[in-house]
């Protein structure tokens, strides 16, 4: 297993597969599992200052269609947790992500929560598009306001 995991590593190796690793690492790091993407995108762009906006662009949309993958997971959950009781605190929060609709789907972004959120929207059947525009712009501004900030903090060369 762990040959396996050093290839795949070895094969996504920053620069020379740039984006591609940034919207793989994005769409997984989307899909609930613990894995930051904001790293991948400011060491490309770090060290490829002109591929600013497409790091951006490709990991909102690889962000963003793993936060459609969570909506899916948790539509298709709805139906096992239908039948078990919720507790009173369980209801009345699916009852706030109900009345908020689709736009709860900008709090995306945020992390250890944002991942789950668009699992429960698809739980609580949200409009799809509509969900997924909103996690798509959360996305797009997390990534955007991140990376410009980290290239200001540090702006000289990166020490390996």
Known sequence: MEIW??????LL?????GLSTVF?????????????????????????P??????IFVATAGNTLGGAVDWWMGYG???VADKYGHSNHHTRALNWLRSLGPKAC???WLPGVGD?????????????????????????????VLTALLIGAFPGQLMF
């Open 5 to 10: 995991i050093e290839h795949l590593l070895t």
């Open 13 to 17: 190796a920053l620069p020379k597969f």
């Open 24 to 48: 793989v690492v994005s769409f997984i790091s989307a899909t609930l599992l613990p894995l930051g993407s904001e790293p991948v995108v400011f060491g490309l762009v770090k060290l490829n």
């Open 50 to 55: 002109e591929m600013f906006w497409p790091a």
């Open 77 to 79: 959950a709805h139906k």
């Open 106 to 108: 900008l709090l995306a």
């Open 116 to 144: 789950p959120l668009c699992a429960v929207a698809g739980w609580l059947k949200l409009p799809f598009w509509p969900c997924v525009f909103y996690m798509a712009i959360g996305k797009f501004l997390r990534y955007a």
